[in-house]
């Protein structure tokens, strides 16, 4: 994209909506419940999302890649978390865990790792937190020990999302324990590489059909060539990178909200009480008008964002964009819980039970006030960007 700035979506950004919507509406929404029953890894839409290279589309062309911006981006892991938030993980966690090559890594690294991404032949997840270090990262614990030309990594990464179906992992480690922050680098540590296990899947509240576990590292040797970046940049890529996508998680916010509003819309239109459709009390109408705008704000948000990642993504300095990614997923993700929850209430009983697809919205939108940071550190690194 070369117009700017970029905070309307161009005529092929909706054109790429449309062609993701239909995806998403004849193959992903018809599975999103029974995935959310079963817990299972959905293969048939990831192989669906590579078919139609919605699966990874911010890879750059050089690397085989769609080469989409970062709108673009927003808009088909809305599209796709419309029908099905776990889903919309493919692209998102795809994004998350190579944002950091894409920043940081070597022309090799690169190379090396975005091609297979961008060929769907595997997926790339971003190992950060640990069970003692999640909203406070930097107290980590994982170590990386230098040994020759290669390095020995030991440790425990937790809640790490796509774990176990992702080939590759975006691993942050100590190499430095005296220098705090400034000790800790990042690597690719690869599924196949020995010593490298997985915990069972965390019994989740939502994004049931995504596994979320822990990565577990028994001295595991990996070059040296594997670092991304250079020694001690390790926690300023990772939060470099969470600039960059915390957007994609208010994307998946916006997504869910706009398919719970959907299906609320839907149903007060046709629901009958009191001898006429609900949609003609007011009580609801003025809470669909509520759904509807907060919605939109948050979009508008979310878009804005968007157009600054693009253009730092391509070198220019944007002095705002660590304030309007927070603000963004913040945002999104409260207005998500706000409007699923609003959806749920509207179609009364029915809402409440798993013959409709709201409560299931209800409870994939609840991580998204939690992950990429809680909106409580969201709210920590808003107040710092402005009060600095
Ligand atoms: N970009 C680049 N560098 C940054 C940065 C940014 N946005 N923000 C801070 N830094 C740098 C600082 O400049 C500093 O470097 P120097 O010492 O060289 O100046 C260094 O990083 C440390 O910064 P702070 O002192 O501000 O760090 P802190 O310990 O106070 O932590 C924090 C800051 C904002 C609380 C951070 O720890 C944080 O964001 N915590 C939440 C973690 C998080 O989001 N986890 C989610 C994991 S991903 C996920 O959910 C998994 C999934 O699979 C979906």
């Known amino acids: 994209m070369s117009s700017f700035p970029l905070y309307a979506p161009a005529e092929e950004h909706e054109m790429l909506r449309e062609a993701v919507r239909a995806l998403a509406d004849q193959k992903i929404a018809p599975r999103a419940a029974e995935a959310d ?24 062309e050089e690397y085989g890649g769609a080469g989409a911006d970062a709108l673009a981006t927003v808009i088909v892991i809305e599209e796709v978390a419309r029908a099905c938030a776990s889903s919309s993980l493919i692209p998102a966690v795809n ?44 107290a980590m614990k994982t170590r990386a020990v230098l040994d020759g030309d290669h390095y020995v990594l030991n440790g425990t990464k937790m809640w790490i999302t796509n774990a176990g179906v992702s080939e590759f992992y975006t691993t942050m480690a100590v190499t430095d324990p005296s220098a705090g922050a400034r000790g800790i680098s990042a690597f ?15 019994r989740k509240l939502g994004i049931k059909a995504s596994p979320t576990r822990q990565v577990i590292f028994d ?14 940049t390790g926690f300023k890529t990772a939060l470099a990178t969470l600039d960059h996508t915390r957007i994609t998680i208010a994307a998946q916010a916006l997504g869910i909200a706009q398919g719970a509003l959907d299906h609320a ?39 804005a964002a968007a157009a600054k990642s693009e253009l730092a993504m391509h070198g220019t300095p944007v002095r705002d964009l660590t304030f309007f990614s927070s603000a963004a997923k913040c ?27 709201v409560e299931r919205m209800m409870r994939d939108a609840k991580i998204t006030q939690i992950y990429e940071g809680t909106n409580q550190i969201q709210r920590m690194v808003m107040a710092r960007q402005i009060l600095k």
């Open 219 to 232: 001295n595991v040797r990996i070059p040296a060539s594997r670092m991304i970046g250079e020694p001690g």
């Open 331 to 357: 945002a999104a993700s409260d207005a998500a819980m706000d409007i699923t929850t609003d959806a749920v209430q509207l179609l009364g009983g029915y809402g409440y039970t798993r013959d409709y697809p």
């Open 188 to 202: 690719v540590v690869e599924k196949s590489d020995e010593g490298v296990s997985f915990g069972a899947k965390e």
């Open 37 to 60: 029953e079963t817990g299972e890894f959905p293969w048939e839409v990831y192989k669906d999302l590579v078919a139609a290279d919605f699966h990874a589309v911010h890879v750059p």
């Open 95 to 138: 994004k998350l865990g190579t944002v950091p090559l894409l920043l940081s890594a070597s022309p090799e690294l690169k190379e090396k790792y975005l091609a297979p991404v961008a060929r769907g032949d595997a997926m790339f997840s971003y190992a950060l937190s640990e069970p003692e270090a999640g909203s406070d990262a930097a």
């Open 265 to 303: 819309v839907g149903y007060v239109k046709e629901r009958k009480q009191f001898g006429k459709a609900i949609a003609e009390f007011q009580g609801l109408q003025f809470m669909i008008a509520d759904m509807a705008m907060k919605l939109e704000a948050a979009r508008q948000l979310t878009y």
